[in-house]
């Protein structure tokens, strides 16, 4: 029996509309049309391949350009595109455009797909995010173009301009540079810092969350005058960037990826491998020329991901704050976590210590069984499913090896990782009538 739209609450809303859209895909790329060799893709194939794009992760079984036709590629391209910003982004802008009313119902949905701190004014937020999704997205490919005309001729040169910088605005990581060498990524322009940086601004930009944005336009640069939200997301956002580039920098140094490499082509490696993370999946270099200390920051940087709100994924920037903050909290035996002489409440303490538990839990999990199936060496494993749960792409060369049960479980977590744990947990959960509190009991941790 199909659930009627009043019977679904605004998490289910969003739960069933990424399904609705990631089947729908899925079947389009199933279609001869949709590829160079006119051939039936397998659905599991192109399951994991829709859930990849609409989950803007970058994990795909195929070379995107070598494959795909130019159908299939749009196709991925329109993928991409709602599932960076978010569907109910573009079907209420869709409705402003024909002047109807918009439901209450409708703006619930809205605000949790965005991560809006509330609904007033969330019509507004969502111009907002079309408006700036336009601009930045028309900006970066006028900004690719004049590295990728000269290349490619005109037509191609826009092309592969506007879906780069689409794929990396939504942190897809999924890419056509097979047509100058299949499966490398971005490492065939790895010494074009024009065309690196651009990238890079793209990604970080997606990664801000939208409500940071509104905040910052809002405010200008009177950075006194930010929410709490938006200076713990700039601080932590800069703070890993400068970490994880120069983590990645001095791991290198003795390593063999940036041996014949001049001073400032191993910067820029270092930087975009450093943001790209979270939560793009672009690289600049073979991953698996990096060391193990690399490979595992690398890990840690997708785990974290982005920002609340934005088309990054991961546990989100301010959940790891508020836990390094909470270790401060212990450290200094306060009673309560403060961020900017503003105290964290209760209820979003217990979320961010579920949001971990279920990161850990989930990927842990898959990362053994994949290993058990496929016999795949647990550090592999481990980087293809951190990076399909925070909605990366990046990869160690193992997605095309795994058989179809871990195909399936990397798809679950890439759509887990696009709609939320929470969300789901909520989209399944019965709401249960609370209960009167219970004494306290003592119990001895740590």
């Known amino acids: 029996m199909l659930l009627k739209k009043q019977q679904l609450n605004p998490t289910k809303m969003i739960a069933v509309g990424y399904c609705i859209i990631i089947l729908t895909g899925a079947l389009l790329l199933c279609l001869p049309i949709s590829s160079r060799g006119g051939n039936f893709t397998p659905f599991v194939d192109a399951l994991f391949t829709a859930t990849s794009a609409t989950c803007v992760t970058g994990l795909v079984l195929y070379d995107t350009y070598t494959y795909w036709s130019t159908f299939g590629q749009l196709i991925l391209l329109i993928l991409?595109?709602?599932?960076?910003?978010?569907?109910?982004?573009?079907?209420?802008?869709?409705?402003?455009?024909?002047?109807?009313?918009?439901?209450?119902?409708?703006?619930?949905?809205?605000?949790?797909?965005?991560?809006?701190?509330?609904?007033?004014?969330?019509?507004?937020?969502?111009?907002?995010?079309?408006?700036?999704?336009?601009?930045?997205?028309?900006?970066?490919?006028?900004?690719?173009?004049?590295?990728?005309?000269?290349?490619?001729?005109?037509?191609?040169g826009i092309y592969f301009s506007v879906f780069h910088s689409i794929s990396a605005f939504c942190n897809a990581g999924i890419d056509l540079m097979g047509a100058f060498s299949p499966g490398t990524s971005l490492i065939t322009l790895s010494h074009n810092y024009m065309f690196i940086t651009v990238i890079m601004l793209l990604i970080v930009i997606g990664g801000l969350g939208f409500f940071v944005w509104s905040d910052l336009v809002e405010k200008r640069f009177k950075y006194r005058y930010y929410c709490l939200h938006t200076k713990l997301v700039l601080s932590s956002t800069i703070i890993l960037i400068v970490f994880g580039t120069l983590g990645i920098f001095m791991f290198e140094s003795t390593g063999q990826a940036f041996i014949g490499k001049p001073g400032s082509e191993k910067f820029m490696i270092s930087l975009f491998q450093a943001v790209t993370p979270r939560t793009a999946g672009f690289n600049t270099i073979d991953l698996n020329l990096l060391t193990d200390s690399s490979q595992l920051l690398i890990i840690c940087l997708m785990f974290i991901g982005g920002s609340p709100g934005s088309t990054a994924g991961g546990i989100k920037t301010t959940t790891f704050a508020?836990?390094?903050?909470?270790?401060?909290?212990?450290?200094?035996?306060?009673?309560?976590?403060?961020?900017?002489?503003?105290?964290?409440?209760?209820?979003?303490?217990?979320?961010?210590?579920?949001?971990?538990?279920?990161?850990?839990?989930?990927?842990?999990?898959?990362?053994?069984?994949?290993?058990?199936?496929?016999?795949?060496?647990?550090?592999?494993?481990?980087?293809?499913?951190?990076?399909?749960?925070?909605?990366?792409?990046?990869?160690?060369?193992?997605?095309?090896?795994?058989?179809?049960?871990?195909?399936?479980?990397?798809?679950?977590?890439?759509?887990?990782?696009?709609?939320?744990?929470?969300?789901?947990?909520?989209?399944?959960?019965?709401?249960?009538?609370?209960?009167?509190?219970?004494p306290i009991g003592k119990i001895a941790v740590g």
């Open 322 to 438: 508020i836990l390094v903050l909470s270790i401060v909290t212990v450290i200094k035996r306060k009673k309560s976590v403060d961020c900017f002489n503003r105290r964290i409440d209760d209820e979003t303490l217990r979320q961010v210590c579920c949001i971990l538990m279920m990161y850990l839990i989930l990927i842990v999990t898959a990362t053994m069984v994949i290993g058990a199936i496929d016999h795949i060496p647990m550090k592999y494993a481990m980087f293809e499913t951190t990076s399909a749960m925070g909605t990366v792409g990046l990869s160690l060369g193992i997605t095309a090896q795994m058989g179809t049960i871990s195909r399936l479980i990397v798809t679950a977590l890439m759509y887990l990782g696009r709609v939320g744990g929470i969300t789901v947990l909520l989209a399944v959960a019965n709401r249960l009538p609370q209960p009167a509190q219970l």
């Open 80 to 156: 991409i595109q709602m599932g960076g910003i978010g569907f109910m982004t573009i079907a209420i802008s869709a409705i402003s455009l024909t002047k109807r009313k918009i439901g209450l119902k409708d703006r619930f949905v809205m605000k949790e797909s965005v991560a809006a701190p509330q609904v007033g004014g969330i019509v507004r937020l969502t111009k907002f995010i079309t408006f700036g999704t336009a601009f930045f997205e028309g900006l970066g490919a006028i900004a690719l173009s004049f590295t990728l005309i000269p290349k490619l001729g005109v037509i191609k």
